[in-house]
């Protein structure tokens, strides 16, 4: 099977949780800038945050999916468990907003970002697996220090946002903010493959 | 008419279905565990639930389409109906989990599951008289014990709602959880048509 | 320009509008069969009938768009401001709903079907004198005594709405349910052209 | 990579905005014409201009994305910052019609305009440096004066809102209406390049 259906579904499914985050956000009660400082102070951020994550995932799906001919029934399965956890981003994302990022939410919010990254890393096994030996997908990956690192840092926020002080709050936040930023920039070992090798299709 | 547009249109249309669910889920009361347990105890796992039926159709969907070159007047309502039936998916989710799986939502559920399966094997049926004898989905599908077999566990599920005995409700959402992991498995019979006879486009 | 985006863009379009509807229906208030039938008694009727509409204005929008293979500044706006009285669908389907088919949301409703079909003529219209004589959508259209009819037939039913009495409110209602009616059957006319002359591009 | 993923998911994206602020639209509280006047009087226009605005990005996303061969990871990210700031409309229209055109709402969604227009200018800018010299989109863009026009009205419009009184609101309101006005016609200068020299692909 061809990949484009699948790549459809996906960005039909990823354009949707990142434009309904917004309807989560209330509009101020009051007409004033304060009151639009109290109602979206913190969720405008919380949004943007999540807003950035699902544009991620969309990024390296695209780049990802470049190496990616055919696709089998665990390919497919493997991608909707991705968007499964991805489409929980709206939900986590207004409660950790609505509790003023409250010890719970927090950590909420990053077993959410775990399971994504999870489901990300089966979903490359699965692919990997099906393109047999000589994977494009494979060499592109390599050892995958990034991603590592990243399960690490998300698992380091969710240890941090265990004590539920104030301070081990923010610092839970800044490890998921800290994988974000060294995210934003898409994976240049699949570009420099496809430049190398010429896209598999 | 090739097939793109309506492909395109119901991947639309099932991507918005299986994102929507999770408006529906309410954001906890409080900030604690608790609050997170009950307010999404049982509607993670009835979005669960939904959100494989609606992956599970998708890639029904994708599978059959892969045998399809043209379609009718008669295919597109016969999907257009297959869509209206998943359509009503979060609001009986909805209702079934607001609930607590009382007995007249669990049947409603049911009930919406088994008019969906129907749609399916209409649609399945005018796309097999469109395509006339010889017809590679007519051979794909064989005699459907999988899909009639689906039909009778809807029935029964539906039957153990009618008590409303919690006991019988639970076997009820039994009946329907086993239909779904039955399903998880692709349809490897179109696959192996695929593989043995090429893509017919 | 080609007209795959625009395709695709109203696919999306229509894809929201087609499912967001089922949101405004509430979940009913109790468990039992009769809170089913009093939230959603009417509810789900109005939904069909919407429904079948944005149904029946992507199925024309499909067959209309096979005859199409450029399109200039003039068709997009043509097809957007389609796609602006499509979207209030939702709005006036829960209003007329929400009332119990009272008076004015039933020449709301109506006078919204009337608009999307004025905005329909539009676009054929610009659709034909961008593609100039000879055109194939022109031939296929010919003198379009269905779409005439449907128009008088939605001005007979917003004149049936104006006393508001309870028989001249179904009226206007069998009115529209009869348009409905008459275009589940997509246009033969655009079928019979492209197997005539096969698809222009 | 080619850009049809990046079309597809920024049409996904622009179809749910421009679709789901008719969600905001709250259905009238009572049946009468006078409540509908009251409920929707000035949402329809509000939700009218920034349909219109959504509509004229898609245009010229669409005009522009037709001198586009190549993405590069930055052309991703323009891509999804101009999203971002587009995504926010639904939420500055409904603050701007809750409180009926107040004085800070108003500047909110006036500076959402410019910040979305900035966002456009960086998008255009990051194509043509990746494009590289004898870049067609540089071409096509030639001095843009009509985009630097508008960022002038949109600086002027929130001036004009700043002292709050309900003539200079109504003034800021009149800039917005007016860019919109400008873009409805799409970039004919776009159009003449593809007619002179072809489409790049």
């Not at 494009?136 to 969710?158: E, F, H, Q, T």
Request: proline share 4%; glycine share 10%; charged share 15%.
């Amino acid at each position: 099977m061809p990949t484009s259906r699948l790549e459809a579904f996906s960005d039909g499914v990823l354009a949707i949780i990142i434009t309904v985050m917004v309807l989560e956000l209330k509009a101020p009660e009051g007409s004033s800038f304060g009151a639009l400082l109290h109602a979206a102070g913190t969720g405008l951020l919380s949004y943007l945050l999540s807003f950035i994550y699902v544009g991620i995932y969309w990024n390296n799906h695209h780049h990802m999916f470049q190496l990616v001919n055919r696709v089998s029934g665990g390919v497919l399965w493997g991608n909707l468990s991705l968007l499964f956890f991805l489409s929980l981003f709206p939900y986590t994302t207004a409660w950790m907003d609505d509790t003023g990022y409250a010890r719970v939410p927090v950590l909420a919010y990053g077993t959410n970002l775990l399971l994504a990254a999870i489901a990300w890393f089966i979903l490359q096994a699965v692919i990997i697996r099906h393109q047999g030996s000589g994977s494009p997908l494979a060499k592109a990956v390599g050892r995958d220090n990034k991603g590592r690192l990243s399960l690490v840092l998300y698992v380091a926020g969710i240890c941090c946002g265990l004590p539920g002080e104030r301070f081990w709050t923010w610092l839970a936040l800044g490890c998921y903010v800290v994988v974000a930023l060294a995210w934003i920039i898409p994976d240049r070992r699949i570009d420099r493959i496809i430049r190398d090798h010429g896209a598999p299709d």
